[in-house]
């Protein structure tokens, strides 16, 4: 999907949007395009001068609808309940969650709450958060106007195994495994989350989106030849941010999106994702554990 094409989007006066990590990147073009038609943007992120930074940007654009920043810090299981409940508290409704955080090829880490980096900011934070604003997601939408959920997902996931036994990846930690896996385990929720929402009636929507290759800062903990190696090509063939937040924008905001979930989506296509993404009985063991791991009732 292309500028001219977002530009035909349906206007999305008195929707609500939860963008997280949308102070730069893919994130800010999907909190700032949201905004543009419209819709009422909260940017989450962890860094506080740039978020008031992004929102000051979008503002000087004279969108039409509103945007504000929230810290939500989503390696912090404690910081994902804080920002829920404050969120709740104000008493908006929730039409759209894009969950866009997201970090790429760190070093062996673990998150405060003793979890996996990668697996905590691209995962199981997003996990937490989307169970904690569902309630919201289901009152807020109604039939022919559902409420829509988006997963950030990668081509990497097509090489992810979600170790069971080992989501910590304690026993033979490889940051590309572990980038891998979580980029799965959030194709496997989202398959997991439609279910239970469609047999429970709910209009809700779910999506994992593909943005292809783009050239943002998730690429920054590249070692440093693989950086000076990455520069020439990155011009040629990775997609901007703008292209990149194009497919985010579009299951968020798309008429023909309307009621349409359980999509691996790429170019606005659905897509055949990984074999594995679709192993019912693997999605329900991991939607499981991870209600174990963040302390939620199954």
Not at 33 to 38: C, D, Y
Not at 71 to 92: C, E, I, N, P, Y
Request: aromatic letters at 8%; a neutral charge.
């Amino acid at each position: 999907m292309n500028s001219r094409e977002l530009r035909v989007l349906p206007k999305q006066h008195g929707r609500v949007a939860v963008v997280t990590g949308g102070t730069r990147g893919m994130g800010y073009e999907t909190a700032r395009h949201l905004a543009r038609l419209g819709m009422h943007v909260v940017i989450a992120g962890n860094e506080r001068t740039e978020g008031a930074a992004a929102v000051g940007r979008i503002q000087e654009e004279g969108v039409e609808g509103k945007v504000e920043f929230v810290f939500l810090d989503l390696t912090s299981l404690k910081s994902v309940r804080q920002f829920a409940q404050a969120f709740k508290d104000r008493g908006l409704p929730l039409h759209v969650l894009v969950n866009n955080a997201g970090t790429m090829m760190v070093p062996e880490r673990q998150t405060e709450d003793g979890f996996e980096f990668h697996f905590t900011l691209n995962y199981l934070g997003h996990f937490l958060l989307t169970n904690l604003l569902l309630g919201m997601l289901k009152r807020s939408g109604r039939q022919g106007c559902c409420s829509r959920i988006i997963n950030m997902s990668s081509a990497t996931h097509y090489a992810g195994v979600v170790h069971m036994d080992d989501l910590n990846r304690r026993i033979c930690y490889s940051s590309h495994g572990a980038y891998s896996q979580s980029k799965l385990a959030l194709v496997l929720f989202t398959y997991y989350l439609q279910e239970q929402l469609t047999a429970g009636g709910f209009p809700v929507t779910v999506n994992a989106v593909d943005p292809g290759m783009v050239d943002t800062a998730l690429y920054d903990n590249l070692w440093s030849l693989a950086q000076t190696l990455k520069r020439p090509v990155a011009k040629i063939l990775f997609r901007t941010p703008a292209e990149g937040a194009s497919i985010s924008i579009y299951a968020a905001a798309a008429s023909e999106m309307e009621g349409v979930g359980a999509c691996y989506l790429y170019n606005s296509h659905k897509t055949q994702s990984s074999d594995s993404s679709y192993d019912s009985e693997l999605q329900a063991q991991l939607w499981k554990k991870s209600c174990e791991l963040v302390g939620l009732q199954i």
